[in-house]
C-alpha cells in the first residue's frame, strides 16, 4: 500500500474548551489566595460537605467600591493552531445585585519566558456581572502572535461598586475555561 500523498492527508481543526481549575488562580502578586478575600483580592471559598461549591470571591461591596483581583498562567496547547483566536469563558455573578454597577475585565499578555510580556491581547472590554445569576462571559484574545507552547499570563480584575446603595454584593467566579483552535 502507498503512503499518503501530502495533498491527500489532512489535519481537522476543532475547538477545544481547556479548562483552568479555580484552585490555580493566584491573586495579583502571584501568591495562592486565602479563604476569604481582602483588599483587592479574591478569596478561595470552598463550600463544604454537600453545602456548595468552590468559588472565587471578592469583598463585599456596600456603600462603596471593592475591587478584586486575581492571575494565572495557562500554556497553550501544543496541538493549538498558531495565531487563531482565543475565547476566555469565564461564570461569573454578583451575590446580590449593586445598586451602582459589577465588572469584570480581563488581561491576558504573552510572556517572553524571561520576565517580560507584550501588550495586553484581550480586546473586549470590561463587561456587567451585575446579576444574582450565573452567566457565562467570554473575552477575545487575538492569537495572531501566539504559537504552540506559548504561556500566557492572565490577570482578572472584578470592580463591585455599590457606592449609591448598601447591598452588601460580592464578585464570584464559579469556572474558567479556554477555548481555541486545535489540530487533531
Given at each position: 500500500?502507498?503512503?499518503?500523498?501530502?495533498s491527500?492527508?489532512?489535519?481537522?481543526?476543532?475547538?477545544?474548551?481547556?479548562?483552568?481549575?479555580?484552585?490555580?488562580?493566584?491573586?495579583?502578586?502571584?501568591?495562592?489566595?486565602?479563604?476569604?478575600?481582602?483588599?483587592?483580592?479574591?478569596?478561595?471559598?470552598?463550600?463544604?460537605?454537600g453545602?456548595?461549591?468552590?468559588?472565587?470571591?471578592g469583598?463585599?461591596?456596600?456603600?462603596?467600591t471593592?475591587?478584586?483581583?486575581?492571575?494565572?498562567?495557562?500554556?497553550?496547547?501544543?496541538?493549538?493552531?498558531?495565531?487563531?483566536?482565543?475565547?476566555?469563558?469565564?461564570?461569573a455573578?454578583?451575590?446580590?445585585?449593586?445598586?451602582?454597577?459589577?465588572?469584570?475585565?480581563?488581561?491576558?499578555?504573552?510572556?517572553?519566558?524571561?520576565?517580560?510580556?507584550?501588550?495586553?491581547?484581550?480586546?473586549?472590554?470590561?463587561?456587567?456581572?451585575?446579576s444574582?445569576?450565573?452567566?457565562?462571559?467570554?473575552?477575545?484574545?487575538?492569537?495572531?502572535?501566539?504559537?504552540?507552547?506559548?504561556?500566557?499570563?492572565?490577570?482578572?480584575?472584578?470592580?463591585?461598586?455599590?457606592?449609591?446603595?448598601?447591598?452588601?454584593?460580592?464578585?464570584?467566579?464559579?469556572?474558567?475555561?479556554?477555548?481555541?483552535?486545535?489540530?487533531m
Open positions: 500500500m502507498p503512503f499518503a500523498t501530502r491527500e492527508c489532512s489535519l481537522e481543526l476543532a475547538q477545544v474548551l481547556d479548562s483552568s481549575p479555580l484552585q490555580n488562580i493566584r491573586g495579583s502578586a502571584g501568591l495562592p489566595l486565602a479563604a476569604a478575600a481582602s483588599a483587592g483580592q479574591f478569596g478561595f471559598v470552598v463550600g463544604g460537605w453545602t456548595g461549591g468552590i468559588v472565587l470571591e469583598e463585599a461591596a456596600s456603600g462603596n471593592k475591587t478584586s483581583n486575581a492571575s494565572l498562567i495557562f500554556f497553550l496547547p501544543q496541538n493549538y493552531e498558531a495565531a487563531t483566536d482565543i475565547t476566555l469563558k469565564i461564570k455573578r454578583t451575590s446580590v445585585v449593586l445598586a451602582t454597577a459589577s465588572t469584570l475585565d480581563v488581561q491576558a499578555y504573552k510572556s517572553d519566558e524571561n520576565g517580560g510580556v507584550g501588550s495586553d491581547l484581550c480586546t473586549t472590554a470590561a463587561q456587567s456581572i451585575n444574582a445569576t450565573w452567566a457565562e462571559i467570554s473575552f477575545t484574545i487575538t492569537g495572531t502572535t501566539l504559537n504552540p507552547g506559548d504561556m500566557l499570563e492572565v490577570y482578572i480584575q472584578c470592580v463591585a461598586d455599590d457606592s449609591t446603595g448598601a447591598n452588601a454584593g460580592k464578585s464570584q467566579i464559579g469556572n474558567i475555561n479556554f477555548v481555541s483552535s486545535t489540530r
